[in-house]
């Protein structure tokens, strides 16, 4: 007997097609950029956030490092969307960006994508090389 009050089970398979998001991954080469988002922990958090917020994103973390005088900075905004990643080497012009946004309330594409192009623009990479990945 089917009792009204009892929901079909959902499979692994359908809560993974719910969630499905895109991982925006690049390598940019060349940066040209001003030097305090290679080198400076703290001004490279205050411009990552800001970008994740113009982009409609919600931050509910992050944590930036740098690793010494002249050293690159590693960096996560932990997202409610998922994650931003960012790497930096100032001794070789080279940055690795990470932007991934799950899909599970709504559509965050366009708005992983202008966080992407936004924080890419400002390392104006002579060099990017991007990667767009379809998750789950």
Same mark, same amino acid.
């Given at each position: 007997?089917?009792?009204?009050?009892?929901?079909?089970?959902?499979?692994?398979? !359908? #809560?993974?097609?719910? =969630?499905? !998001?895109?991982?925006?991954?690049?390598?940019?080469?060349?940066?040209?950029?001003?030097?305090?988002?290679?080198?400076?922990?703290?001004?490279? +958090?205050? *411009?990552? +956030?800001?970008?994740?917020?113009?982009? !409609?994103? =919600?931050?509910? %973390?992050?944590?930036?490092?740098? *690793?010494? /005088?002249?050293?690159?900075? =590693? %960096?996560?905004?932990?997202?409610? /969307?998922?994650?931003?990643? #960012?790497?930096?080497?100032?001794?070789?012009?080279? @940055?690795?960006?990470? @932007?991934? @946004?799950?899909?599970?309330?709504?559509?965050?594409?366009?708005?992983? /994508? +202008?966080?992407? =192009?936004?924080?890419?623009?400002?390392?104006?990479?002579?060099?990017?090389? @991007? +990667?767009?990945? /379809?998750?789950?």
């Amino acid at each position: 007997m089917n009792h009204p009050h009892h929901s079909a089970p959902t499979s692994a398979y !359908g #809560i993974a097609r719910q =969630t499905a !998001g895109l991982h925006l991954i690049g390598d940019l080469h060349g940066c040209r950029c001003d030097p305090r988002l290679m080198l400076d922990a703290t001004h490279l +958090q205050d *411009f990552c +956030q800001d970008r994740v917020a113009a982009a !409609g994103l =919600t931050a509910v %973390g992050s944590l930036f490092h740098r *690793f010494g /005088e002249g050293s690159g900075v =590693t %960096g996560v905004v932990v997202l409610a /969307e998922s994650h931003l990643s #960012i790497h930096t080497w100032p001794e070789a012009g080279y @940055v690795t960006l990470d @932007v991934y @946004v799950c899909n599970y309330s709504a559509n965050n594409r366009p708005k992983a /994508e +202008q966080l992407f =192009t936004e924080l890419q623009a400002a390392f104006a990479p002579a060099q990017p090389q @991007v +990667q767009r990945v /379809e998750r789950g």
